[in-house]
């Protein structure tokens, strides 16, 4: 019967389109309406029998029947709902009828809920954890915090409707995530971006009423880089990078050099002392610059209520002054903050290796390399970059924007290569688990399915970019008017003229693998030929779709390796109601992030970077390799032997190693998640005064104690920590 089914209900009705709610015509699908009707009768009987099943394909090719009948070209969804209700009655199905008619309402009024205003607002003050947790790195119990939660919740609503109708259904049903609804559409924001320090420093800038000149000293050019992140932050959404902050920040050092020397001269008579006076003076100079940079970012607050996601990239000065510029940002690192030492939480640390630099013993800067080792196994932080790998995957070197976002390698009309000044115009996430699930192991229509989702996909992404075209420099003057994108707009410029021509960048998101290959050749695929290369068509098939939209519009469209952290159960959550506890998928609560290995059968570093190297050259977008360790502090050499193998292999690693701290029983390692918070495993102390627990939450780190815990929300937590 389910091979009739699929094959002569497909032949009645292969001439019919579905007219969608939100207007969108797409083919005939009998499967949808069996999986309609199935679930109508789970809700009334449980767990069906094979007598039961059959009468839903009996009942389902009859709907199918009746509606070729009646329709010869085009039907609407509300008329086959219609269909099913009367036939289902007319077969004694009185209460699956009435099931199927709850759920549809459900559904209307679940979409209706989300655009309402006062709905989401009720919400809000209810605590409702999916919204006041939505985002690791905002403390939910503060003020600022609250008013910028308060202001999302309105701004969601407002988003949802102005939305094309079909992406915001496809969203609300979890086909899609359509990223940073809170701020936009009803907002015209860009995401994140590489800040254009160098040339804000040369030729100054304005904040508010501020005029600000070219610094004069190191500690003075810190102290704007804080002031310029800061408002950048709050009028974009997303994170903000400072590319190769040695180089940059070098020629104010020197200016401090120069001074210390004239003062050497004027005040000490032998040379030598003279030099090693100012060279100390600058390298004290150097340290206390980067650590008020330090504490400066992690006391600011954006009006987004929260501390600047920022990334700080660096390691390719080979000079004394970036040298001491490298050391001092890992010692402060090293050194923690206040009197407890406790682990900063941002900057992101990003540390570049690159051969003939710092890669080997016989390099310049691999003293450098040993302290980044020394952080890493202790503070998590730096991250590292491969400089030939980053180049060869994304055409030239550069930081990330935020956690992993990447830009392409690209020229302006000169023939010069440019990447500071430029930015990520948003994010739009597929659910392929979705797909895999929908399509119950049938190749031909999960490829289908994706086609079409795809289509949502890049409607919803274009939609993006021409909402961020109605911004004015006006809007945003620390980006368009005075240098954070690189270029000066004048009030009457469109701000189109930093985006266009592929300058920046727009991402279509994927998340889940590992989950979809699960559907398909069950949870032990890895090592299965056939089925990794089924995930990597996948990703080649994104790219293709992306690099195509890219050459019609004119902006780079890139594929992007999701960070799943609100997605990790989201998605998930809405297809565990939709299709239940699947094993291996559904059923862990969470979906895994992007290309990663399955990490619950604990591969070392060297197979899971070995399995996972071929996917980023068709996610050149963004994209991150993490690896597990134990507690790292005693023998960062084996840390090293990692980052080495990894150097020709992939292009960005992460370091994943236990770093809590107990102030009241002095354990050092991993604290154990529970519902009242996370808890010392030696003494039992769960005071966050006295603990300082420190996770990496999908790219970034984060103290999980400043967010509330609820029944299963370690669970959750345990899962974006543990399953990145």
């Not at 690791?136 to 915090?145: E, I, L």
């Not at 001269?265 to 650590?291: N, P, V």
């Not at 994104?542 to 939209?549: E, G, M, V």
């Not at 966050?688 to 999908?698: H, Y």
Request: hydrophobic content about 35%; proline content about 4%; aromatic content about 10%.
């Amino acid at each position: 019967m389910q091979t009739l089914l699929k094959h002569g209900a497909s032949r009645l009705t292969e001439q019919l389109n579905v007219i969608k709610r939100d207007g969108r015509e797409v083919a005939f699908n009998p499967e949808k309406i069996r999986n309609a009707i199935c679930r109508a009768f789970e809700d009334v009987e449980g767990e069906l029998d094979n007598v039961q099943k059959e009468q839903i394909n009996q009942l389902t090719y009859a709907v199918v029947e009746e509606i070729a009948r009646r329709f010869a070209k085009d039907v609407h969804i509300y008329e086959i709902q219609s269909v099913v209700e009367h036939l289902l009655v007319e077969a004694g199905y009185d209460v699956v009828a009435k099931a199927y008619t709850d759920y549809r309402l459900a559904r209307d009024i679940e979409r209706a809920k989300a655009t309402d205003i006062q709905h989401r607002i009720e919400e809000l003050q209810a605590q409702e954890q999916t919204i006041i947790n939505e985002n690791a790195n905002k403390d939910s119990r503060v003020f600022n915090t609250q008013r910028d939660l308060t202001a999302g919740a309105v701004a969601k609503s407002i988003g949802l409707k102005m939305l094309p109708e079909h992406v915001a259904n496809a969203h609300q049903k979890g086909q899609i995530h359509y990223h940073d609804l809170d701020y936009h559409p009803y907002t015209p924001l860009t995401n994140c971006c590489l800040i254009d320090f160098k040339s804000m420093f040369e030729q100054g800038f304005q904040i508010g009423n501020a005029e600000v000149e070219s610094p004069k000293s190191i500690q003075t050019a810190t102290a704007q880089m804080a002031q310029i992140i800061a408002n950048v932050a709050s009028s974009q959404y997303g994170g903000c990078s400072a590319n190769r902050i040695d180089e940059v920040l070098a020629p104010f050092a020197e200016r401090n050099l120069a001074k210390h020397r004239e003062i050497a001269r004027k005040w000490i008579d032998d040379e030598a002392k003279q030099e090693a006076y100012a060279l100390e003076r600058t390298k004290k100079d150097i340290y206390d610059a980067m650590q008020s940079l330090e504490y400066e970012i992690n006391t600011l607050y954006t009006s987004q209520g929260q501390t600047p996601f920022t990334t700080l990239g660096f390691g390719l000065g080979t000079g004394w002054l970036e040298r001491e510029i490298q050391r001092a940002i890992l010692e402060v690192r090293l050194g923690g903050l206040g009197q407890e030492k406790r682990t900063a939480i941002f900057p992101k640390l990003v540390f570049t290796l690159k051969r003939g630099v710092n890669l080997l013993l016989t390099d310049p800067n691999y003293d450098i390399k040993q302290l980044a080792l020394e952080c890493a196994t202790k503070r998590m932080y730096p991250d590292v970059l491969m400089y030939d790998k980053i180049v060869e995957l994304t055409g030239s070197f550069k930081v990330p924007m935020g956690c992993r976002s990447f830009l392409q390698g690209w020229c302006d009309e000169f023939g010069v290569e440019v990447n500071d000044g430029r930015m990520n115009l948003g994010v739009v996430t597929l659910n392929l688990p979705r797909i895999a699930l929908e399509s119950k192991g049938d190749m031909v229509l999960f490829w289908s399915i994706l086609e079409e989702r795809l289509a949502i996909v890049k409607d919803a992404l274009v939609y993006r970019i021409e909402r961020v075209k109605d911004a004015v420099p006006d809007n945003a003057p620390i980006l368009y008017q005075h240098g954070a994108f690189g270029k000066r707009l004048n009030p009457s410029d469109s701000v189109n003229e930093c985006f266009r021509n592929k300058r920046a960048t727009i991402s279509l998101g994927y998340i889940g693998l590992y989950e979809v290959a699960t559907v398909f050749f069950g949870p032990e695929w890895e090592h299965n030929e056939e089925a990794k290369q089924f995930t990597i068509d996948i990703v080649k098939s994104l790219k293709q779709h992306a690099d195509a939209w890219g050459a019609e519009y004119g902006y780079h469209f890139s594929v992007y390796s999701t960070p799943s952290e609100s997605l990790t159960d989201r998605f998930c959550r809405m297809d565990k109601a939709q299709f239940g506890a699947v094993a291996d998928i559904t059923d862990k609560d969470y979906y895994t992030n992007s290309f990663h290995y399955d990490v619950r059968k604990k591969p070392t570093p060297f197979e899971k970077l070995a399995f996972e190297a071929e996917y980023p050259k068709y996610c050149s977008g963004g994209f991150i390799h993490y690896c597990e360790y134990p507690n790292m502090r005693h023998n960062p050499k084996a840390l090293e032997a990692v980052w080495d193998y990894a150097y020709d292999l992939v292009g960005y690693l992460g370091t994943n190693t236990p770093i809590d701290h107990c102030y009241e029983c002095g354990f050092d390692g991993d604290f154990h998640p529970t519902e009242r918070g996370f808890e010392c495993p030696q003494c039992g102390n769960r005071n966050p005064e006295t603990c300082d627990v420190v996770k990496r939450t999908c790219g970034y780190l984060g103290n999980p104690q400043l967010r509330p815990m609820v029944k299963g929300r370690h669970k959750e937590i345990s899962a974006r920590v543990k399953h990145l």
